[in-house]
């Protein structure tokens, strides 16, 4: 059974930054592509940015191009997300997910989901 569990959220005002941790426990971490979606209050959750199992690729929303970053390291059984430039539209709950298949934007395809942590960006 995997386990993924999300850290580093908070209040932040605009333009600031934060860095998200997802940690896995469980099986081998390098198997899994992995990837960070966010729910804002009254809205479908949506996919942020993904990674694939070596780290050698990664794709990300429009809406967040240029000013977030996933990484990920295989020997701290480890994934991240910086974010830099925050906008109050990036609030949200942000969540990251571990898939068996290639990382997708569509949530079914990912196999385990953390519980998440919640970014609230302040203008």
């Known amino acids: 059974q995997v386990q993924l569990v999300e850290s580093g959220g908070g209040l932040v005002q605009a333009g600031g930054s934060l860095r998200l941790s997802c940690v896995h426990s469980g099986r081998t971490f390098s198997t899994y592509s992995m990837g960070w979606f966010r729910q804002a209050p009254g809205q479908e959750r949506e996919f942020v940015a993904g990674i694939t199992r070596s780290g050698g690729s990664t794709y990300y929303v429009d809406s967040v191009k240029g000013r977030f970053t996933i990484s990920r390291d295989n020997a701290k059984n480890t994934m991240y997300l910086q974010m830099n430039s925050l906008k109050p539209e990036d609030t949200a709950v942000y969540y990251c997910?571990?898939?068996?298949?290639?990382?997708?934007?569509?949530?079914?395809?990912?196999?385990?989901w953390g519980q998440g942590t919640q970014v609230t960006v302040s203008s």
């Open positions: 997910a571990a898939s068996l298949g290639l990382p997708t934007s569509r949530e079914y395809g990912y196999d385990y």
